[in-house]
């Protein structure tokens, strides 16, 4: 996925002090769930090392009374490098190795091909057995699909190739800072790395023709962005009513500090409410709505299938929010919570506005839908930030705003799942903060947009 990891994850030392991120831990409890509840009776044996993982692998390969082997070690020669492995599972069937990844999602990815390449060939080269691959694509400890593997030993050579030239090289690969960067050990070196070159890679937006265009007209950094026209940037490929934008994104940039290019619409002067939704990833249906005023008195309807009328319900902060039977009555009370006037109701991407439109009930549809309008818009029409994203996360906390507890969706999600099965107060706690911050993000950043507005520099 990204070449620069490869050359840094072998050359550098990894960083350690990595931001919790709710979808790996999501994916490290799904996988230990699977499979404790697909081998009940294991009995666990320590390794202080690789090499003794290794070793172990092997004699309990040679025994055979194990047939099941969960986090194998697997480790090969090739060329002037050694490939190691971590097996998921790894299954002894009368004649053959069985290996079993197990993914927390519901599409098999082409790393994720390459990945059970490389372990059935690493098996094969170990072993005289015949060798299979099968796929456990899940959630929440449970398998939603099984997808026997393929194998494709060009596609693996062709990945293994391209590693060996990589290590080869004396430097790192550039930097290109993408979506998938936020899941990596190295986000915060390789942001920095860019905002240092004011590197074009910190522009949001760009497609990859227009980097290789302005590559190709030697124009490198944001700083010669800067001293070009908005007009002249409409002659690079893929640009063209965006150039202002654009450009006004790397003055951010080299200023430092946000820049306007356009005036605010009046709308925000009004104040108003600010919401948000949450829904569940697999299914599309919502599961919680926050929602607050422009003080920040925040309010939450919380969908807990078990109850059969709104009902109050306190958190361990001693918060309290509505707990709802279902998706339509957490719409019903979000209305009924911002009716008492008819100001703006605010919210971050077209995501929340479409989901009104298409499951809110039509009573619903009727009393709020002409309120809403998209803060996130707003925002990329008026003023640029000097942040690699657009996300709300990314612009409140450029405005100093701080998640409590932590800043992921699926986190979230993942502990509204605990709440659900095993009654997790802790959890749905956490769950909340999250909800309830993310719509006092969209009132930080309001208030920004309307403060700024009054300060007769901010055009300048
Ligand atoms: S942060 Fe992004 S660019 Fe840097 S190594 Fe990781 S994936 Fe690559």
Redesign the pocket.
């Known amino acids: 996925?990204?070449?620069?990891?490869v050359w840094?994850d072998h050359y550098e030392e990894t960083p350690t002090d990595l931001p919790p991120i709710g979808v790996i831990q999501q994916g490290i409890e799904h996988e230990a769930r699977l499979l404790q509840a697909t081998a009940p009776h294991v009995v666990t044996i320590p390794v202080n090392s690789w090499q003794q993982g290794v070793e172990t692998t092997q004699t309990l390969l040679r025994q055979t009374r194990v047939e099941v082997i969960d986090g194998a070690y697997l480790e090969i020669p090739y060329q002037d490098a050694i490939i190691r492995g971590r097996l998921d599972r790894l299954q002894k069937l009368q004649h053959r190795y069985q290996v079993i990844e197990i993914k927390n999602h519901s599409r098999l990815q082409p790393t994720d091909l390459i990945q059970m390449d490389l372990y059935l060939w690493m098996l094969d080269q170990i072993s005289d057995r015949s060798v299979a691959g099968e796929f456990w694509l899940g959630r929440n400890g449970t398998i939603l699909q099984r997808v026997s593997h393929e194998y494709d030993e060009q596609r693996l050579m062709t990945a293994l190739h391209q590693v060996l030239v990589l290590l080869g090289q004396r430097e790192a690969p550039d930097?290109?800072?993408?979506q998938?960067?936020k899941l990596?050990?190295?986000?915060d070196?390789?942001?920095e790395t860019a905002s240092n070159q004011l590197h074009l890679t910190l522009l949001t937006g760009m497609r990859k023709d227009t980097l290789q265009d302005f590559q190709r007209q030697g124009i490198t950094s944001l700083q010669q962005i800067v001293m070009m026209l908005p007009a002249d940037l409409q002659k690079i490929k893929g640009i063209k009513s965006n150039a202002l934008a654009l450009h006004t994104q790397a003055r951010a940039w080299v200023a430092g500090h946000p820049v306007w290019y356009r005036p605010l619409p009046t709308i925000c002067l009004q104040g108003g409410w600010m919401f948000d939704i949450e829904t569940d990833p697999y299914t599309g249906v919502v599961w919680c709505i926050g929602w607050c005023d422009d003080t920040g008195k925040s309010e939450i309807a919380l969908v807990a299938p078990h109850i059969s009328q709104p009902t109050p319900f306190t958190l361990l902060t001693g918060e309290t929010i509505t707990l709802v039977p279902d998706a339509d009555r957490a719409w019903e009370t979000f209305a009924l919570g911002v009716i008492g006037d008819n100001r703006p109701i605010f919210h971050w991407t077209n995501f929340d506005a479409t989901m009104l439109r298409k499951t809110a009930p039509e009573v619903v549809r009727d009393w709020v839908g002409h309120r809403l309008y998209d803060l996130h818009q707003i925002v990329n029409q008026t003023v640029k930030f000097p942040v690699k994203s657009t996300s709300i996360k990314a612009i409140a906390g450029y405005l100093q705003f701080r998640y409590a507890v932590y800043e992921a969706w699926d986190a979230a999600f993942n502990d509204y799942q605990l709440w659900l099965s095993r009654d997790d107060l802790t959890a749905i706690t956490r769950a909340c903060a999250y909800q309830r911050d993310d719509v006092l993000a969209l009132k930080v950043v309001w208030q920004w947009l309307t403060e700024s507005q009054s300060d007769p520099t901010h055009l300048t």
């Open positions: 996925m990204c070449q620069r990891r840094l930097v290109l800072l993408k998938h960067c990596c050990p190295w986000h070196p390789c942001t």
